[in-house]
Structure formats: structure tokens, C-alpha cells
């Protein structure tokens, strides 16, 4: 069984970070791409950030560049998310997911085979 476990998650003031940590278990995870999604209240989800099967390559949405960084540790079977700079903007549930074709094409949700359950990211003025 597959599972993928976030954790790090929390109330930060404006400014602030915080580091999302994401678990896998059930799958060869050193063979998938791995992503960060987030979805505000009424707000569709959207992409924030992915690396590649080695972690050689990372992707970032505009919105989070040059503020986030997504990283992974394979032997931990293991995905970060390290956010700085946070904004009320950044205020959503993350999930982190996982794609066995590591298509590049990071950004499309449907993609991705499995997904966490989501950790809460409040951020405040």
C-alpha cells in the first residue's frame, strides 16, 4: 500500500518559514518525480514546486520562486518543501504527490499517481 505522509505544516506570521517534510512508503520512490500542490478555500489546486526522479532538476510555479525549494533525499525516501518569505497568499492545504512516468510535465496534476493527505500552511499579516 501507498502511502505519502506530510507533516511540517502550522500557523508562521508574514515572513516567516517553514519546512514541509513528505514520507513515502509502498513505492519505489527514487524512480518518481515527486511534486508540492496547494489549494486555498475556494480556489482550485494548484502547482508550487517539483523535483525530478534523482533531484537533479527542480521546478517552481512563478508565485513561490526564488522563495521555495523543493529538494529530496532518496535513502530517506523523503521530499521537502522549505518555504521563506511566506505571505498571507501562501495560506492553503499542501499536498505532495508522486509520478512514476516523470513525464516533465510537472505542472499537470492528472499526471500524478498518488497523493498525501494535505498539511495546513496558515500564514498571518
Known amino acids: 500500500q501507498v502511502q505519502l505522509v506530510e507533516s511540517g505544516g502550522g500557523l508562521v506570521q508574514a515572513g516567516g518559514s517553514l519546512r514541509l517534510t513528505c514520507v513515502a512508503s509502498?513505492?519505489?520512490?527514487?524512480?518518481?518525480?515527486m511534486a508540492w500542490f496547494r489549494q486555498a478555500p475556494g480556489k482550485e489546486r494548484e502547482f508550487v514546486a517539483a523535483v525530478n526522479w534523482s533531484g537533479s532538476t527542480t521546478y517552481y510555479a512563478d508565485s513561490v520562486k526564488g522563495r521555495f525549494t523543493v529538494s529530496r533525499d532518496n535513502a530517506k525516501n523523503t521530499v521537502y518543501l522549505q518555504m521563506i518569505s511566506l505571505k498571507p497568499d501562501d495560506t492553503a492545504v499542501y499536498y505532495c504527490?508522486?509520478?512514476?512516468?516523470?513525464?516533465?510535465?510537472?505542472?499537470?496534476?492528472?499526471?500524478?499517481?498518488?497523493w498525501g493527505q494535505g498539511t495546513q500552511v496558515t500564514v498571518s499579516l
Open positions: 504527490a508522486g509520478q512514476s512516468l516523470d513525464s516533465g510535465l510537472y505542472y499537470e496534476s492528472h499526471l500524478y499517481d498518488y
Open positions: 509502498g513505492l519505489l520512490f527514487g524512480s518518481y518525480a
